[in-house]
């Protein structure tokens, strides 16, 4: 079984960044696409950035020009760069390695964008 673990997540004002990592076990990275998600409390469930295993990468339109998704093969771990953080970015943050119907899913890290 794949095991993902998101970290980074945390209490941060509004302008700030953060960067949220996603350690995976059990399977290389290097085999997946990937993709970042967050979920506001009330709210659907919508992607943020996503990198293919060649490295391609795409972006919402709400997080364009803040967001930078990379990954690191040799750590195994997928990595989501956010600045300029808005309170509406505020939202559990998960990330998703794409294998059939619904792929892989980590427990979540908490964003909280405020004064």
């Known amino acids: 079984q794949v095991q993902l673990v998101e970290s980074g997540g945390g209490l941060v004002q509004p302008g700030g960044s953060l960067r949220l990592s996603c350690a995976a076990s059990?399977?290389?990275?290097?085999?997946?696409?990937v993709g970042w998600y967050r979920q506001a409390p009330g709210k659907q469930r919508e992607l943020v950035a996503s990198?293919?295993?060649?490295?391609?990468?795409s972006y919402a339109d709400s997080l364009k020009g803040r967001t930078t998704i990379s990954r690191d093969n040799y750590k195994n771990t997928v990595y989501l760069q956010m600045n300029s953080l808005k309170p509406e970015d505020t939202a559990v943050y998960y990330c998703?390695?794409?294998?059939?119907?619904?792929?892989?899913w980590g427990q979540g890290t908490q964003v909280t964008v405020s004064s």
């Open positions: 998703n390695f794409k294998f059939g119907p619904r792929g892989f």
């Open positions: 990198i293919t295993r060649g490295g391609s990468t």
């Open positions: 059990g399977s290389a990275l290097s085999v997946y696409d």
